[in-house]
């Protein structure tokens, strides 16, 4: 065997408690992006992701005030397409612990707010594995706790994605679920986590009505929110004789009967 | 890597596969069942004469306890009825649920498909070119033990419900015992869909224009705390757009290739998927 593709990518990590200012988050995200192998290139107030195989993204983070930040995210190596600004707002005034994941296909914001409903953004582009990596355009998505003009947000299945070539905010990630409002095994009768990878779908150029899967998140897993609370950390085998370890993130308050969150990679 | 375990064994050995046509009489279903499933450890009889005749089936017995017993019945020459029992003598297909499946005798008689496993078994039969599907078995719950906390045990809710109406013929609606209960229950909502959420339409494929095939995973349980059982041995989900009986070449390890075969059960209704069963 080998370590899955989506699992390959060298991953950053950074946690900084008592933040009480976005300028924080910007500045160190900033920094955490600027100085990794391969680095992401600021440009003009922009961060550039390193490109590769054509798949490309850039955001722009804003700081509105002390609790209210903005993020711009734009597929390719200009501003010209835009998949939607995320507005990340936590309480007035707040305190909170900061959890930077990013690699060099990936960011992801995990606010954790303590016993309030936690603040996130994630963004980047997808594993096409085992396809090339070039196989289709529709591989940039981005979820938050909100975005600018959307109110269907409180789900942690909701990701903007270019669906045929308008980017649009829909309930795209795998679920494993059979039907909306049932549940989904993410745990054994014996008691065992199943992990499963974040694998995202969405409607080709073209094509229709029909959702078709584009790929899967990097470092990220999905884990079942029955046993794992934001924070908690994992140790996932992720190879033979070769493991991973992953936090817990939080978000919106998951769809009912939705048992999961996110995991991404630390180390 | 290896093959997964509910992939795993040797044609003629541990799965087989047989099409029969013209058959106008269900007994002949009795003894083909008798025959395939003899051939694969299980304890089969067929007893009586057609139209009353019954076959008993009874799968390989294992040390760890795991079995079951299908019983089917002839309602006429033309319909089936079944009845599955568990380890426990747990009704899997509750009596007043018991799925029935029919043959057409006119014409030349049905078609119908064996795909059978030491774990299980779906029998499809095509009377007038409409495939009726009733299957039943075990789940695979691999890495863990097949029997810990206990066997999980399935059937199709059909084809047809016990008043012989076609109307359980969905390839989404299983019955299982879900954790915490004690009577078996049927439900279009106990499987891993693998796609995004209902109401969808899903094409199962990439956007690079590869087909996916995922196994046929069955979970349940009290909901939002539900749990994975394990899959169906031999059996694949794939795409709704894929023909009743097309077969379908899926590499399962390296090198190693199984065919499948789509059944003409109908496509889900939330989730847009078929079942596929082993032919080799």
């Given at each position: ?11 950053y990590?950074?946690?900084?408690v008592g933040?009480s200012?976005v300028s924080?988050?910007i500045?160190?995200?900033?920094a955490l992006?600027?100085?990794q192998?391969p680095?992401?290139t600021?440009l003009s ?6 490109a590769d195989?054509?798949?490309q993204?850039n955001?722009?983070?804003t700081r ?9 995210v734009c597929?390719?190596a ?8 995320a507005t990340l ?5 707040w ?5 930077l ?5 990936y960011?992801?914001?995990d606010?954790?707010?303590?016993s ?21 355009t529709?591989?940039l998505y ?10 269907s947000?409180?789900d942690?299945?909701n990701?903007y994605?270019?669906?045929n070539?308008?980017?649009t905010?829909?309930r ?5 679920q059979s ?7 993410f745990t054994?009768?014996?008691g065992a986590?199943i992990?499963?990878p974040s694998?995202?779908?969405c ?10 899967l584009?790929?899967?998140q990097y470092?990220c897993?999905m884990v ?12 996932v085998?992720v190879d ?8 817990a993130?939080g978000?919106?308050v998951p769809?009912?009967?939705i048992?999961?969150l996110l995991?991404?990679?630390k180390s | 890597?290896?093959?997964p375990?509910f992939?795993?064994g040797t044609?003629?050995?541990d799965?087989?596969?047989?099409s029969?046509v013209?058959?106008?009489d269900?007994?002949t279903i009795?003894n083909d069942?008798?025959?395939q499933?003899t ?5 089969c009889?067929v007893?009586?004469?057609s139209p009353?005749?019954v076959g008993t089936?009874?799968?390989p ?5 795991v079995?079951?017993?299908v019983v089917a019945t ?5 319909v089936l009825?079944y009845?599955?029992t568990d380890?426990w003598?747990?009704?899997v297909?509750?009596v007043?649920?018991q ?13 119908a498909?064996?795909?059978?496993n030491k774990?299980?078994?779906?029998l ?6 409409v495939?009726e599907?009733f ?7 691999t890495?863990e033990?097949?029997n ?5 045990y399935w059937a199709?809710s ?17 019955t299982t ?6 009577t078996?229950a049927?439900s279009y909502y106990n499987y891993?869909?693998y796609?995004?959420?209902q109401?969808?339409?899903l094409s199962r ?6 087909l996916l095939i995922?196994p046929f ?13 394990g899959?169906?041995?031999q059996c ?5 757009a894929?023909?009743?009986g097309?077969?379908i ?10 065919v499948?075969r789509?059944?003409?059960c109908?496509?889900s209704?939330?989730?847009s998927?078929r079942?596929a069963?082993?032919v080799?």
């Amino acid at each position: 065997m080998s370590v899955p593709a989506f699992l390959s990518v060298t991953p950053y990590y950074q946690e900084t408690v008592g933040v009480s200012d976005v300028s924080t988050i910007i500045t160190n995200l900033g920094a955490l992006l600027t100085s990794q192998s391969p680095a992401w290139t600021l440009l003009s107030g922009v961060y550039y992701s390193p490109a590769d195989s054509g798949r490309q993204f850039n955001i722009t983070m804003t700081r509105t005030n002390a609790y209210t930040m903005t993020i711009l995210v734009c597929q390719g190596a200009s501003q010209a397409v835009q998949l939607g600004p995320a507005t990340l707002t936590c309480p007035n005034p707040w305190s909170g612990a900061v959890r930077l994941f990013c690699g060099q296909f990936y960011i992801h914001i995990d606010i954790d707010l303590g016993s309030t409903t936690p603040v996130y953004f994630c963004a980047g582009v997808l594993d096409l594995s085992p396809e090339a990596q070039n196989a289709h355009t529709h591989f940039l998505y981005a979820n938050a706790t909100a975005f600018a003009g959307s109110s269907s947000n409180a789900d942690i299945s909701n990701v903007y994605m270019f669906d045929n070539a308008t980017a649009t905010y829909a309930r795209r990630r795998s679920g494993w679920q059979s039907y909306q409002g049932s549940g989904q095994g993410f745990t054994t009768p014996n008691g065992a986590r199943i992990y499963r990878p974040s694998e995202l779908w969405c409607i080709p150029t073209g094509g229709g009505s029909a959702y078709y899967l584009a790929g899967r998140q990097y470092n990220c897993l999905m884990v079942p929110s029955t046993m794992l609370s934001q924070g908690d950390e994992i140790t996932v085998p992720v190879d033979v004789g070769v493991t991973g370890v992953f936090k817990a993130c939080g978000g919106p308050v998951p769809y009912a009967y939705i048992s999961r969150l996110l995991a991404m990679r630390k180390s | 890597m290896a093959v997964p375990n509910f992939l795993a064994g040797t044609i003629n050995v541990d799965f087989n596969y047989l099409s029969h046509v013209g058959i106008t009489d269900t007994i002949t279903i009795l003894n083909d069942l008798n025959t395939q499933l003899t051939a694969l450890g299980w304890t089969c009889t067929v007893t009586g004469a057609s139209p009353t005749a019954v076959g008993t089936y009874i799968s390989p017995t294992r040390t760890d306890g795991v079995s079951f017993k299908v019983v089917a019945t002839q309602v006429s020459a033309t319909v089936l009825k079944y009845a599955v029992t568990d380890q426990w003598s747990g009704s899997v297909t509750p009596v007043a649920n018991q799925p029935q499946q029919n043959i057409v005798a006119t014409g030349g008689g049905s078609e119908a498909r064996y795909y059978s496993n030491k774990f299980g078994f779906f029998l499809e039969t095509l009377p007038s070119g409409v495939a009726e599907c009733f299957g039943c078995g075990v789940l695979d719950a691999t890495p863990e033990a097949i029997n810990v906390p206990r066997a999980f045990y399935w059937a199709t809710s059909g084809p047809r419900s016990a008043a012989n109406a076609l109307s359980q013929n969905g390839a989404d609606n299983m019955t299982t015992l879900p954790l915490g209960s004690t009577t078996y229950a049927a439900s279009y909502y106990n499987y891993c869909s693998y796609g995004p959420t209902q109401g969808l339409t899903l094409s199962r494929s990439t956007l690079g224009g590869s087909l996916l095939i995922v196994p046929f995973d069955i979970q349940g349980g009290m909901a939002p705390a539900s749990y994975l059982y394990g899959r169906i041995f031999q059996c694949i989900m794939v795409d709704a757009a894929q023909s009743l009986g097309a077969q379908i070449t899926v590499p399962i390890d390296t090198g190693v290739t199984a065919v499948f075969r789509v059944l003409g059960c109908a496509t889900s209704t939330y989730n847009s998927f078929r079942i596929a069963a082993r032919v080799s």
